[in-house]
């Protein structure tokens, strides 16, 4: 769908935005199918993503690169790739992590940045040299926001919860990112 929109009107500008699994989705459609061409969205947020932390990463176990790197490497995403995350997101801080410790899959300390098995909402993108770390301001805030880059907005003192988002603090951070567009 993103390919016919950006076909039929190529000046128009597409900024993805995802809550929890939605962050995900949002995350393989910038990524795209194999073998085409990116669509090259000019922003995307993820609020409260639930996916690996490890997702954007390079070489996490000193081996193998995060499933979404590419969307980093390969400039999928012409803008900035604003993150919220929060320890009060107990949905993907604890729920994602424990699926896997059920699965048989051992986890340091559940949930948190050192869990193999953590995810993005609860840590941010982890071991992914282009993430810039952040705190979440309030309305009126200086952001920075670059393309290439993504943005860890440590988010404990705004979000309490996994979906916990419709905030101006977030609503300013995304429409921040996409005025730089």
Do not use: C, W
């Not at 500008?13 to 989705?25: A, E, T």
């Not at 000193?62 to 995350?85: A, N």
């Not at 393309?147 to 916990?164: R, V």
């Amino acid at each position: 769908v993103m390919r016919q929109i950006r076909a039929k009107f190529p000046g128009l500008k597409i900024h993805l935005i995802g809550h929890s699994f939605g962050g995900r989705l949002v995350t393989a459609a910038a990524d795209g199918p194999a073998n085409q061409p990116p669509i090259k969205p000019n922003s995307m947020t993820l609020l409260q993503a639930a996916f690996s932390h490890n997702g954007f990463a390079e070489k996490f176990d000193q081996s193998h690169d995060g499933f979404f790197r590419k969307v980093v490497t390969d400039r999928k995403v012409s803008g900035p790739i604003v993150i919220t995350y929060t320890k009060n997101d107990n949905a993907v801080g604890l729920m994602y992590p424990l699926a896997s410790l059920i699965a048989g899959q051992n986890a340091s300390k559940i949930g948190d940045a050192n869990d193999p098995y953590g995810g993005i909402g609860r840590n941010g993108a982890q071991k992914t040299p282009e993430a810039v770390n952040g705190i979440l301001g309030s309305v009126g805030s200086t952001y920075q926001f670059q393309s290439t880059k993504l943005y860890n907005l440590n988010s404990d003192t705004s979000i309490t919860g996994h979906s916990d988002i419709a905030k101006n603090e977030v609503a300013y951070a995304l429409l921040t990112a996409v005025a730089t567009t």
